[in-house]
């Protein structure tokens, strides 16, 4: 009953609490909070945004497809925010929910990624990369100028996603 009246962060903590003792909240008391989060994505910065998709993954809650386009477009729009643990945990709760973000989506999530490369911890590194194929993401191939060549833009995207990759593999 009290839930409509906490704020965004405190409800992904509580969320994350929950989910950190393996305590799977009655049907009712989901079901408020996934009413009362989808309404406010937006206001959730990105560690409370992990808090609530690791814990709903975690305790294998589903929310509804509607719920998730909101919090993959909240993601979207904070996605330089995130920390390298934050897009790791990100990315893993996205693929444990069953969603399917667009590529456009996923590449912004490996640009943020390459961007931090070297503070990611091996784990980290490895989540992402399981979560990024889980995702079904696909790296943009090059198009070629007419002199042969590619774009300055893309032989910097080309090797933002060559490192990357070599990171997953």
């Known amino acids: 009953p009290h839930l409509p009246r906490m704020n965004p962060q405190d409800l992904g903590l509580l969320t994350w609490a929950l ?3 393996r305590h799977v909240p009655e049907p009712c008391w989901v079901q408020q909070l996934l009413d009362v989060t989808q309404g406010c994505m937006g206001s959730l910065d990105p560690q409370g945004l992990c808090n609530l998709l690791w814990a709903l993954a975690v305790l294998e809650l589903q929310p509804s497809r509607s719920w998730m386009a909101a919090a993959v477009a909240a993601a979207g729009s904070k996605m330089a925010g995130f920390q ?3 897009l ?3 990315l893993w709760s996205v693929a444990k929910l069953g969603s399917r973000p667009s590529q456009r989506w996923l590449r912004a999530a490996a640009d943020a990624a390459s961007r931090q490369l070297l503070q990611f911890k091996p784990a980290e590194l490895a989540m992402l990369c399981h979560a990024l194929a889980r ?4 790296q943009q191939p090059a198009t070629v100028v007419s ?3 590619l774009s300055l833009q893309q032989q910097q995207q080309q090797q933002a996603d060559e490192q990357t990759c070599r990171s997953c593999r």
């Not at 995702?135 to 696909?138: A, F, M, V």
């Open 147 to 149: 002199d042969g060549s």
């Open 88 to 90: 790791a945990v990100l």
């Open 135 to 138: 995702l079904h993401y696909q």
């Open 84 to 86: 390298p643990q934050g």
């Open 19 to 21: 989910a950190r003792f």
